[in-house]
Every structure is written in structure tokens, then in C-alpha cells.
């Protein structure tokens, strides 16, 4: 069942970066984020409830918090700098970078977690991945008003490297909660740093100013998170890291796709074998 889940989790991640995208035109990406956490914990909670899993709070001991509020924290660092990454560059470049994570997370699984089963397969896989996406950054799609030079190559690559931390602390946090509750109680975090950063940084006052469509576009990419989110930990609790991590990422495929009809983002014969690369790695990695 954690493959079916991961599946789940895969196809609704591909829609979060398209929606996203199309929702920040009107509002910086700090504003945004905090606007969909905020969807993405009511629905997290609606799931709590649903499960009845909310009386089993009082029985959480300290280290699953701790591990719970550390994957939250780098949940919120990761997607802080992903979104701001989505609204300065290609959406096919920014997911191609972000999806290098899977390669830590797979490092991080063998060394903390000692999954090591097919070792020299899953190398390949990080190989083929790694291919991929250096094949991937180096063309310029033909998009007007996303063309910023390299400026959201950073934060691509912090996010990144966020996302591979909040996989290993979340495993972790994950072990003896439901992971319905996990996911609302990871949530509250991310939502309150979220918040933080818009007031620190004073673009609340952007928030009067919103179109109602790039609210709707947000508020349904916040939706498409929390499935993705549901799915995923579920999935995390069942299976094993370095087999959910993978077949999340195969998300990469949609977002691409989506990127190309959408945006008229071109894709040409150099960044598809870059693409192929990336979902052979990912696949050889799962079987």
C-alpha cells in the first residue's frame, strides 16, 4: 500500500508548482506560502479529525515533538526558498534542482536508517538523476517575464536541500504517531515560521492587494499540498525512505509538463533526455 500512496502523493506534488506558479503574480513568494499553509493545515487537521486520531496528543512523548517541530522548521526553510525560486525562474529548472533532494535523502537513508539493500542500483539511480539534471538546467526557455538570470539558483538548491532534512527528521518524528496527526502537527510549525518571515520582512502589507484569482490559484495549490502531504507520510510510515523519496520525485514528470502546455515553456531534445535520466534514476531506485 506505501507504493500506492507514494504514487498519490507524486501526482498531486505535480500540480502544487503549476498552481503555485500561476498564483504569484500579484505577491511576493513570502506572502504566498503563508497564504497556502494556511489551507494546507485546515485540511491536514480535517484529516485528524476524520481518523480520530487527535485523542492520541496527550500520549506524544518529547522526542517525536522535537523531531516533528525539526521537520516542520526545514519544511518551512524549503519551501520558503522553493517558492521563491518558482516565482524567479523556470518552473521546469526550479523543479529539476528541487528534485536533487531525493539524492541526499537517499544518502542520509543509507547512513541514519542503514538502508543499503541494492546498493550499487540506487547509485546508478543517484547517477542517472545527477545527469539529468545538469542535462536539464543548461537550456533557456523562451518564456518572457521569467527569465531573471540565475538568481533562483540558490534558492533551488537550499531547498533542496531542506526537503532531504525534513524527509529524515519527519521518518523519525513519524515512528509512533498517526501520520495524519504528524503531518497537522509538522504543519503548525511550518505555518507559524511562514507568518514570521512575512512580518519580519513587512510584505503583510501586500496582502490587501491580492487578485482574487492568484488567491483561488494559491489556495488550490495549498490543497494539492496537503494531499501530496497526506499521501506521502503515509506512505513514509509504511515504506521504506529511499522507496517513497524516489517515487515522489517522479512528480518532476507532471510539473514539466504541465510547465510546457501552460507556460509555453519550451523543451527541448537535451532537456527531455535530462527528464528521461531523472525518472530512469528514480525508477531504478524504487524497483
Known sequence: MWIAFA???AFFAGLVAILAKAGMHSIPSTVATALRTVVVLLLAWAMVLVVGSEHTLASLDARTLVFLALSGLATGASWLCYFRALQLGPVSQVVAVD?????LTVVMAMVVFGETANLLVRLLGILGIGLGTFLMLHWRPGVRGTDSGNAWLPFAALSAIFAALTTVFAKVGITSVESNLGTALRTIVVLVMAWVMVFVTGEQRHLSRIARRDLLLLGL???ATG???????????MGPVSGVVP?????IAITVGL????FKERVPGRSLAGLALIIAGTLAMVF
Open 99 to 103: 528534485k536533487t533532494s531525493i539524492i
Open 7 to 9: 504514487f498519490g502523493s
Open 259 to 262: 510547465s510546457a502546455l501552460l
Open 227 to 237: 494531499a501530496s502531504w497526506l499521501c506521502y507520510y503515509k506512505a513514509l510510515q
Open 221 to 223: 495549490s495549498g490543497v
Open 247 to 251: 517515487i515522489d520525485k517522479l512528480s
